[in-house]
């Protein structure tokens, strides 16, 4: 068989090969919605026709027969396992059009990690990133086992009345476990370890953070000054200044990272680009002090980094104490604030 032997036949073989591999990725991707949708579609019917009214006892019963029958004529897909996933798929997921235009982007494989998900909110927050950011079925079983929900609302909730633009861009605390930093480790240490392992670094930061530069100097009053580490988000086009420091938060450091999104904004931001935020990232935070200083409103995130994590049971109670905690703040926050505008009326 003759080969392509010159260049111009060679572009046109690579441009042929892309039309076929582009024709087959779209054939896949139908595919792969279709059947989601169907699942949907089984689901939905099977809930209503019986499940979803006086005839539940029966419902129960009908799956096995109906399953039976499906598997005779359709194969293991609609085994009774598998039927009741799909039930469960209509109860969790029960805008259609939704369903329609996740599965554009999201498998069946998806939904399953999704389904058991007790909370609306939280299998709602997974759904839209695994959508936006194209995760992976391993990456979005990730993300949920780190807890990527509940770290989100916290940080929100710092963020909250500040501005929509932040919301599930930061998150408090960081899981930077992957680090594996011994003890007694130093503030260089930890900028070491991270450069290290960039990856996985970003990956914690969350989609649409690009590293940038680390030690950024900077020239102020002939003195010198370095920012640990300078990241770019395109989806907020701002530079995103990082600070670490090993111990709890202090006062101090909001003027610091102050100084640097100024010189930033001054010397570094394009003209198309929004003035750079921070973010400084404490082995410990000083919750009260934050809201004294009224962080959010400077464009400045504070949020502690946990270099060990604690039994799944431990993590999750500490998670969930975090969000209250958080979430009382900010509700005394609003009573003083409404108290405060009734006295100037």
Excluded at 41 to 52: F, S
Excluded at 204 to 228: A, C, N, P, W
Aim: glycine share 4%; proline share 2%; with cysteine.
């Amino acid at each position: 068989m003759k080969e392509v032997q010159n260049t111009s036949d060679q572009k046109l073989l690579n441009e042929l090969v892309n039309l076929v591999e582009d024709a087959k990725s779209q054939v896949i991707s139908y595919v792969n919605s279709s059947l989601t949708i169907l699942f949907w579609q089984i689901g939905h019917k099977v809930l209503n026709e019986t499940l979803g009214n006086e005839r539940a006892e029966y419902g129960q019963e009908i799956v096995v027969t109906l399953s039976r029958e499906l598997v005779s004529k359709f194969g293991r897909n609609y085994e009774q396992k598998n039927l009741r996933r799909m039930i469960q798929f209509a109860q969790k997921f029960d805008d259609f059009e939704n369903i329609v235009t996740l599965s554009r982007q999201l498998s069946w494989s998806h939904f399953l990690s999704l389904i058991p998900i007790k909370s609306q909110d939280s299998r709602a927050f997974y759904a839209i990133q695994a959508f936006e950011n194209g995760y992976s079925v391993r990456e979005l079983r990730r993300q949920i086992s780190k807890k990527s929900f509940e770290r989100s609302t916290n940080a929100n909730l710092q963020l909250k009345n500040i501005t929509n633009q932040y919301k599930g861009i930061f998150k408090d605390p960081y899981f930077l476990d992957f680090l594996e930093l011994k003890d007694g480790y130093l503030e260089n240490d930890l900028e070491k370890a991270i450069l290290k392992e960039l990856e996985s670094f970003i990956l914690e930061l969350g989609s649409g953070f690009t590293f940038v530069e680390r030690q950024k100097r900077m020239i102020i009053d002939s003195e010198d000054f370095y920012l640990d580490l300078l990241f770019y988000h395109r989806k907020l086009k701002r530079l995103v200044a990082i600070e670490l420091k090993l111990g709890k938060f202090k006062a101090a450091h909001k003027g610091q990272m102050e100084l640097y999104l100024n010189w930033l904004d001054k010397y570094e931001k394009e003209n198309d680009e929004n003035p750079p935020i921070g973010l400084i990232l404490c082995a410990e935070t000083s919750k009260e002090q934050i809201e004294l200083l009224q962080m959010s409103k400077d464009g400045i995130m504070v949020a502690e980094y946990w270099t060990e994590l604690p039994p799944k049971k431990v993590l999750e109670d500490k998670l969930h104490e975090y969000l209250q905690e958080a979430r009382e703040r900010l509700g005394r926050k609003e009573i003083r604030e409404k108290g405060t505008e009734e006295n100037r009326l």
